[in-house]
């Protein structure tokens, strides 16, 4: 973690060449030691856990301040409970004995997570980063710059080894842990505050066998990467419609596509994956082996373990396929979005099409009614797919045509920045009414960013051919995917930017039915949301939960508590 950690520590350590120890209290301790979580501990005082992340030490503390983070009233000596200003300041003798029980406490628990650093430190492959280190401040940072985190550890690992490495050493030290793919998961679950982030992303091993048909890859691969050695042999799988998403976690969370019509989900796809469960043995899981653990992990998300590998069936696919984008003004809006429901009533497994309403690339803020789709059939029946398509009107824009299946799926990477904040809403529709179109252009109306997006993803063909309880994604229907997608480049429209998502969202829940899709669960869509999300195959996840991780150490996700 840091070449200056003695490897025996006594209540004293160096960090940037700076000898620190008790005597120099909490102050050093925050300020060298960023993200550290320590137990506060005082005579009357319940225990409690607070971050010191940042913390300014002054000759006097917010009682507001130390409340939020011992969770409990506090109350000065000799001042009376009934006045409000009687909580507005800590008497500076009572703040130095809160703090003087910070360092002390806080060194112990430094200590020994260096001396357990340290010995992992001689045998990881990978890199280990702490907050002092060179290398953490970029690799703390995940896609959604709305999330700002910092881990205590973060564990670059390189391979299996490294990450059942990583499990042992978290669990030796207490602290949660937090699992990094791709690290594009908009609700920012690859990370977490003084905790330890197990990063994948260095993992980016990929094996084609072009004639199994087969593709064996690691975590860390994107679909930008995995397309790319895939279309050397003409195969593909259905993968994210953003290249720069994560295998790992779209696929183990269903994994939209343009190819879903054809060939289902990413997790349709799986033969098998390799796994670091919570007690860090590695399991390989398939139809055939561990078959209840194989079952939960298409879909149940990384409540299971750490998928290290992915092994997916390929197919036929390209390398030039029809697809594209098409736009019309925004006021032609009701009509174009009526054309594509019915557009997409008939559709064959080898043509999928979105909707939706955004802005002009060109970040003018125009807005605009579009459609965006990919035809994987052959050449003629996708040029004749692109024509039905033109026959709504004169488009504003026109992009549609032969494309290579790589360059497609690259096609919308640059509406979507790393470091651009983001926050979501989701839901399936029960039906795209007339009136849900019209309260979806109502409400983009107002929509406060020119990256913002509503967008509509039609399920259809072989996604909607497979049992919902076949595997643990049990959304099987033809239907529609509602999604409030609100992106901007400054945080102080960060405000009116949640707040316009949530009353869209808010707005249009009249027309949604019960499922929701787990990839597209924000951070504030905790419980009844992730029950909605499994529908009923969430009791068989709980039960499976309970057998592979019975303390539920994998729980900074789409979490399934154990049902015991």
């Given at each position: 973690m840091n070449e200056h950690v003695p490897a025996k520590v006594s209540c004293?350590?160096?960090?940037?060449?700076?000898?620190?120890?008790?005597?120099?209290?909490?102050?050093a301790i925050t300020q060298e030691f960023f993200g550290d979580t320590v137990r506060w501990r005082r005579a009357g005082i319940a225990d409690g856990h607070v971050s010191i992340t940042g913390m300014q030490v002054e000759d006097t503390v917010g009682a507001d301040y130390v409340e939020r983070?011992?969770?409990?009233?506090?109350?000065?000596?000799?001042?009376?409970?009934?006045?409000p200003?009687?909580?507005?300041?800590?008497?500076?003798?009572?703040?130095?004995?809160l703090l003087i029980a910070i360092a002390l406490d806080g060194c112990n628990r430094l200590r020994k997570r260096f001396e357990a650093v340290v010995e992992l430190?001689?045998?990881?492959?990978?890199?280990?980063?702490?907050?002092?280190?060179?290398?953490?401040?970029?690799?703390?940072?995940?896609h959604n710059a709305l999330v700002d985190k910092r881990p205590a550890l973060i564990a670059r690992c390189s391979g299996v080894a490294d990450v059942v490495d990583a499990i042992s050493l978290t669990r030796k030290l207490g602290l949660e842990v937090a699992v990094r793919g791709g690290g594009h998961n908009v609700a920012g679950r690859a990370t977490l505050d003084g905790g330890v982030m197990i990063d994948l992303s260095p993992m980016k091993g990929i094996h084609v066998d072009p004639k199994g048909r087969t593709a064996r890859v690691q975590a860390g691969v994107t679909w930008a990467e995995l397309n790319r050695e895939t279309q050397l042999h003409g195969l593909a799988v259905t993968g994210g419609v953003v290249s720069s998403t994560g295998?790992?976690?779209?696929?183990?969370?269903?994994?939209?596509?343009?190819?879903?019509?054809?060939?289902?989900?990413?997790?349709?796809?799986?033969?098998?994956?390799?796994?670091?469960?919570?007690?860090?043995?590695?399991?390989?899981?398939?139809?055939?082996?561990?078959?209840?653990?194989?079952?939960?992990?298409?879909?149940?998300?990384?409540?299971?373990?750490?998928?290290?590998?992915?092994?997916?069936?390929?197919?036929?696919?390209?390398?030039?396929?029809?697809?594209?984008?098409?736009?019309?003004?925004?006021?032609?809006?009701?009509?174009?979005?009526?054309?594509?429901?019915?557009?997409?009533?008939?559709?064959?497994?080898?043509?999928?099409?979105?909707?939706?309403?955004?802005?002009?690339?060109?970040?003018?803020?125009?807005?605009?009614?579009?459609?965006?789709?990919?035809?994987?059939?052959?050449?003629?029946?996708?040029?004749?797919?692109?024509?039905?398509?033109?026959?709504?009107?004169a488009p504003a824009m026109d992009?549609?045509?032969?494309?290579?299946?790589?360059?497609?799926?690259?096609?919308?990477?640059?509406?979507?920045?790393?470091?651009?904040?983001?926050y979501w809403k989701s839901s399936f529709l029960d039906r795209l009414s007339d009136e849900a179109i019209d309260t979806m252009i109502a409400c983009f109306e107002g929509c406060p960013t020119p990256m913002g997006q509503l967008l509509i993803e039609h399920f259809h063909g072989a996604v909607t051919r497979i049992a919902p309880d076949d595997t643990a994604f049990p959304h099987r229907s033809e239907g529609y995917d509602f999604l409030v997608l609100c992106e901007w480049m400054k945080h102080v429209d960060s405000d009116r930017c949640i707040d316009w998502t949530k009353q869209t969202y808010t707005r249009m829940q009249p027309f949604f039915g019960s499922a929701r899709y787990v990839n597209y669960l924000d951070a504030d869509d905790m419980g009844e949301p992730i029950a909605a999300a499994y529908g009923a195959n969430y009791p068989r996840l709980q039960r499976t939960k309970s057998k592979y991780d019975p303390k539920n150490l994998f729980r900074m996700n789409q979490n399934i508590r154990p049902s015991s």
């Open positions: 004293s350590f160096q960090t940037r060449g700076k000898q620190l120890g008790i005597a120099d209290g909490p102050e983070g011992i969770r409990t009233q506090l109350f000065p000596a000799r001042q009376p409970r009934d006045k200003t009687a909580r507005e300041r800590v008497c500076r003798r009572d703040t130095e004995r430190s001689g045998t990881f492959s990978g890199q280990l980063l702490g907050p002092a280190d060179e290398g953490y401040e970029e690799a703390r940072r995940v295998v790992a976690g779209l696929t183990l969370g269903g994994g939209l596509g343009w190819l879903m019509g054809k060939y289902g989900l990413a997790l349709d796809n799986l033969r098998s994956v390799d796994l670091v469960t919570a007690d860090s043995k590695v399991l390989r899981a398939s139809k055939d082996e561990e078959p209840d653990l194989f079952w939960a992990i298409r879909g149940g998300g990384g409540n299971f373990g750490v998928v290290t590998s992915f092994e997916f069936q390929l197919h036929p696919v390209g390398p030039i396929v029809n697809g594209g984008l098409i736009a019309y003004p925004f006021g032609q809006a009701r009509g174009l979005l009526r054309f594509f429901r019915d557009r997409t009533a008939s559709l064959p497994d080898e043509h999928v099409i979105f909707g939706g309403l955004i802005h002009a690339p060109d970040g003018s803020g125009t807005k605009l009614a579009v459609m965006v789709t990919c035809h994987c059939g052959s050449s003629a029946a996708g040029e004749q797919a692109m024509q039905a398509l033109r026959q709504y009107g992009a549609l045509g032969p494309i290579p299946y790589s360059q497609l799926n690259r096609m919308l990477d640059a509406a979507y920045p790393k470091g651009a904040l983001n």
